[in-house]
């Protein structure tokens, strides 16, 4: 079942739509990409831009009644798609693992953290209250708690805000995941905290292989840490590639803008809302480049089709018509600039 040649995580051709009385959201719409192991991939995009819905998907954890959903979700070569009841809790308490944005809402407020850690060993672990209790003091001295042992014994709301996503960590950890999946997880918390958090959960990875998926919307918090990043809009991502390659030059104006806007406008929690004008409209499925009502190099082509994904360098994707339109011309759109809003 385990083939090392497969990539950790593969998505292909991901679509994610949710039917109501009310209305339909196409909130992904094609979304494919590769996690390898021992990989920090940060995606990257503004509000509904369909990055939480595309972790959700990875553990399954989407309304089941109301979501259509298709393409291929493979984790070490096996397809979560087609998972049944009893695989899928063996998933998301095993080789994949969710640590969400606030971790007062992850924890039960009238259980100690060491009994929740405890309960979690036990659970996907089968092993005795006493080992577990043992694992849950490694876990919390793995996310560098200090005085783990007298912490076991406190109640969420004992801990600070950074020491408690730090116990959502241990959490998370708790039963050897292969695949870490990160929803905003430092966005609660003040500036210096964040940081310590994203060194702790860039160092957990180093020393335990994990292959790691950070959603944000802060640039500041992907280029801190991530290897590769992936940006998202309109439920598609528009360019993904090497980190450092991607700001030096990125080739989608969504991406420049965002980099532009954020880089400039200097930093670490600015939210990205400095590109003018709206996000797309998800009842009806794209026909054309989402990005297009906002672009300013938009001409007739990119209302014409979906821009199809475009290899612009090796491991390096991009969706823009313009793209195309200049062949292997070096000077990609990355060096036309964009203005900060
Ligand atoms: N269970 C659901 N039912 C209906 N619509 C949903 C559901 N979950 C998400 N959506 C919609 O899907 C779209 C994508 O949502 P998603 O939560 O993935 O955005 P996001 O990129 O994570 O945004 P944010 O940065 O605000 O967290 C949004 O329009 C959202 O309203
Ligand atoms: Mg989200």
């Given at each position: 079942m385990t083939e090392t040649s497969s990539p950790l995580l593969s998505i292909r051709d991901l679509q994610v739509t949710f039917v109501t009385r009310e209305r339909t959201v196409h909130a992904v719409n094609g979304v494919s990409f590769d996690l390898e192991r021992g990989e920090v991939l940060s995606i990257l995009g503004e509000s509904g831009s369909g990055k939480s819905v595309t972790l959700r998907a990875v553990q399954r954890l989407l309304p089941e009644r109301r979501t259509r959903i298709s393409g291929e979700i493979d984790v070490d070569g096996e397809d979560v798609l087609a998972m049944s009841g009893p695989r899928l809790r063996d998933l998301r308490g095993g080789e994949v693992s969710m640590i969400f944005q606030e971790p007062a809402t992850s924890f039960d407020p009238v259980y100690t953290v060491g009994q929740q850690i405890v309960e979690a060993v036990v659970k996907h672990k089968g092993v005795t209250k006493e080992q577990a209790r043992r694992r849950a003091l490694e876990l919390l001295e793995l996310v560098r708690i200090p005085s783990a042992a007298d912490r076991l014994d406190n109640y969420p709301h004992e801990m600070s805000g950074g020491m408690r996503q730090r116990a959502m960590i241990a959490l998370a950890l708790s039963c050897d995941p292969k695949i870490l999946l990160a929803d905003e997880?430092?966005?609660?918390?003040?500036a210096t905290v964040q940081i310590q958090v994203l060194l702790l959960l860039q160092q957990l990875q180093k020393e335990l292989g994990l292959g790691v998926i950070i959603v944000t919307h802060d640039v500041g918090v992907a280029i801190e840490i991530a290897d590769r990043i992936a940006v998202m809009y309109g439920g598609k991502i528009v360019e993904s590639g090497p980190l450092a390659d991607v700001v030096r030059d990125p080739q989608h104006p969504y991406t420049q803008g965002l980099l532009s806007s954020t880089i400039h406008a200097a930093?670490?929690?600015?939210?990205?809302?400095?590109?003018?004008g709206s996000p797309p409209n998800l009842s009806a499925p794209p026909t054309?480049?989402?990005f297009a009502p906002r672009c300013r190099f938009a001409q007739d082509e990119c209302w014409a089709a979906i821009p199809p994904e475009v290899?612009?360098?090796?491991g390096r994707m991009s969706r823009c018509a313009r793209i195309g339109a200049w062949g292997d011309e070096p000077q990609g759109i990355g060096q036309l600039g964009v203005e900060a809003a």
């Amino acid at each position: 079942m385990t083939e090392t040649s497969s990539p950790l995580l593969s998505i292909r051709d991901l679509q994610v739509t949710f039917v109501t009385r009310e209305r339909t959201v196409h909130a992904v719409n094609g979304v494919s990409f590769d996690l390898e192991r021992g990989e920090v991939l940060s995606i990257l995009g503004e509000s509904g831009s369909g990055k939480s819905v595309t972790l959700r998907a990875v553990q399954r954890l989407l309304p089941e009644r109301r979501t259509r959903i298709s393409g291929e979700i493979d984790v070490d070569g096996e397809d979560v798609l087609a998972m049944s009841g009893p695989r899928l809790r063996d998933l998301r308490g095993g080789e994949v693992s969710m640590i969400f944005q606030e971790p007062a809402t992850s924890f039960d407020p009238v259980y100690t953290v060491g009994q929740q850690i405890v309960e979690a060993v036990v659970k996907h672990k089968g092993v005795t209250k006493e080992q577990a209790r043992r694992r849950a003091l490694e876990l919390l001295e793995l996310v560098r708690i200090p005085s783990a042992a007298d912490r076991l014994d406190n109640y969420p709301h004992e801990m600070s805000g950074g020491m408690r996503q730090r116990a959502m960590i241990a959490l998370a950890l708790s039963c050897d995941p292969k695949i870490l999946l990160a929803d905003e997880p430092t966005t609660a918390l003040d500036a210096t905290v964040q940081i310590q958090v994203l060194l702790l959960l860039q160092q957990l990875q180093k020393e335990l292989g994990l292959g790691v998926i950070i959603v944000t919307h802060d640039v500041g918090v992907a280029i801190e840490i991530a290897d590769r990043i992936a940006v998202m809009y309109g439920g598609k991502i528009v360019e993904s590639g090497p980190l450092a390659d991607v700001v030096r030059d990125p080739q989608h104006p969504y991406t420049q803008g965002l980099l532009s806007s954020t880089i400039h406008a200097a930093s670490r929690g600015t939210r990205l809302t400095a590109i003018p004008g709206s996000p797309p409209n998800l009842s009806a499925p794209p026909t054309n480049c989402s990005f297009a009502p906002r672009c300013r190099f938009a001409q007739d082509e990119c209302w014409a089709a979906i821009p199809p994904e475009v290899a612009v360098a090796p491991g390096r994707m991009s969706r823009c018509a313009r793209i195309g339109a200049w062949g292997d011309e070096p000077q990609g759109i990355g060096q036309l600039g964009v203005e900060a809003a």
